[in-house]
C-alpha cells in the first residue's frame, strides 16, 4: 500500500506521516511546495506521479477568524482543493481521508452530535470544510470522513503552546468557560488514521481524545501539569470574552458511536495526552 499525505507541514500532516514511517507503509508527503491543491491540473498531474492507495489529505485553511476576511482563500483551499483531490481519487480507484471538524454543527445545546445528526455551521470555515465533506461523497465511496476539534500537536500552533507562553509571562489569563469539546492530539490520532486507512470500513467518524472540558478548564489542566503555579485562569463567558470575527460553537461534543461501532479503539483521555504532549515538547519530564 502507498500513501500520499498533503500538508505535511501541518500539526496532523507531521504526525501521520511519522507514524507511517514507524509501521513501514510506504508513503509520500507533500506540501504547498509539492502542488498547490487549489489547482486542478498541478493536483491530478502530482497524484498521476505517485499514483497512490491512499490520499490522506491534512491540508487546510484553518485559521478561523481569517477566514471571515478571507472568505474566497479559505473555500478555494478547503473546498475546492479537496474536490480537486477526490476527482482524482475517484480516476484511480484510490481510498482518501479527509478531515473535518466540530465547526460543521449548529454548537448548541449539550448533546453529543452524532455523525448523521443535521449540520450547520456558523462561520465561513465551518461552511467550507462541510462543503468538502459533501464534495468527497459526491465524488467517492471508499473515503474517510473524521471530524475532530481542538486539534493540538508538535509541529505548529496551537492553543496548548499560546496558553504556555502566556502562563509563563502572565499572572492571569481570561479564558472562556461556556465552550465545551474535547482537546485531540495528533499523535494519537495518528495511530488511528494508519488503523482506519488499511480496512474498507469507510463512512463518517468522530475522533477526538476522550473526554469534555472548556478552554478554562483546559488552561487550568495545563497549567497544572506544565507546573505553572504564578498564573490565574479567569474564567469568562464568550460574551464577557469578546467578540471574535467568526462565531463559535457552544457545544462542540463530539458522539464516538461510529468508531465504536466500526471496531476502532477511542482516543486515550485529554489529560492524558496532553501529559504525553507536554513531555513530547520538552515542558516536564517523563517520570521513570
Known amino acids: 500500500m502507498k500513501v500520499l499525505v498533503t500538508g505535511i507541514g501541518g500539526q496532523l500532516g507531521h504526525d501521520v506521516m511519522k507514524h507511517l514511517d514507524a509501521l513501514g507503509i510506504d508513503h509520500i508527503?507533500?506540501?504547498r511546495a509539492e502542488f498547490d491543491i487549489t489547482d486542478q491540473a498541478a493536483t491530478e498531474a502530482f497524484i498521476l506521479g505517485c499514483m497512490p492507495d491512499v490520499v490522506v489529505h491534512c491540508s487546510?485553511?484553518?485559521?478561523?477568524?481569517?477566514?471571515?476576511?478571507?472568505?474566497?482563500?479559505?473555500?478555494?483551499v478547503n473546498t475546492v482543493g479537496t474536490?480537486?483531490?477526490?476527482?482524482?481519487?475517484?480516476?484511480?480507484?484510490?481510498?482518501?481521508?479527509?478531515?473535518?471538524?466540530?465547526?460543521?454543527?449548529?454548537?448548541?445545546?449539550?448533546?453529543?452530535?452524532?455523525?448523521?445528526?443535521?449540520?450547520?455551521?456558523?462561520?465561513?470555515?465551518?461552511?467550507?470544510?462541510?462543503?468538502?465533506?459533501?464534495a468527497v461523497k459526491r465524488y467517492l465511496e471508499k473515503y474517510f470522513i473524521v471530524r475532530i476539534s481542538w486539534v493540538f500537536g508538535v509541529n505548529g500552533h496551537n492553543f496548548i503552546k499560546t496558553m504556555l507562553r502566556l502562563g509563563k509571562t502572565h499572572d492571569e489569563v481570561r479564558v472562556v468557560d461556556d465552550q465545551i469539546g474535547s482537546p485531540t492530539y495528533t499523535d494519537d490520532l495518528s495511530v488511528l488514521i494508519c488503523d482506519m486507512i488499511q480496512t474498507e470500513k469507510y463512512g463518517t467518524y468522530h475522533a477526538t481524545n476522550e473526554g469534555i472540558c472548556?478552554?478554562?478548564?483546559?488552561?487550568?489542566e495545563i497549567f497544572r501539569q506544565a507546573g505553572i503555579a504564578s498564573c490565574h485562569v479567569k474564567h469568562v463567558t464568550t460574551e464577557e470574552y469578546g467578540l471574535s470575527a467568526a462565531v463559535r460553537p457552544f457545544n462542540s461534543r463530539l458522539s464516538k458511536k461510529s468508531l465504536d461501532e466500526a471496531g476502532f479503539h477511542?482516543?486515550?483521555?485529554w489529560q492524558d495526552?496532553?501529559?504525553?504532549?507536554?513531555?513530547?515538547?520538552?515542558?516536564?519530564?517523563?517520570t521513570k
Request: hydrophobic content about 35%; aromatic content about 12%.
Open 29 to 31: 508527503g507533500a506540501d
Open 83 to 134: 474536490e480537486n483531490i477526490a476527482k482524482v481519487c475517484k480516476k484511480i480507484d484510490a481510498k482518501m481521508m479527509y478531515f473535518s471538524t466540530d465547526y460543521v454543527f449548529p454548537g448548541q445545546g449539550d448533546q453529543f452530535y452524532e455523525v448523521d445528526d443535521v449540520t450547520g455551521p456558523l462561520s465561513q470555515y465551518g461552511a467550507t470544510k462541510l462543503a468538502g465533506e459533501l
Open 266 to 269: 477511542r482516543l486515550p483521555a
Open 60 to 76: 487546510a485553511y484553518t485559521a478561523v477568524d481569517k477566514a471571515e476576511e478571507e472568505k474566497q482563500k479559505c473555500f478555494e
Open 273 to 286: 495526552a496532553l501529559h504525553r504532549y507536554l513531555i513530547e515538547l520538552g515542558e516536564i519530564e517523563e
Open 214 to 220: 472548556s478552554w478554562a478548564d483546559f488552561t487550568e
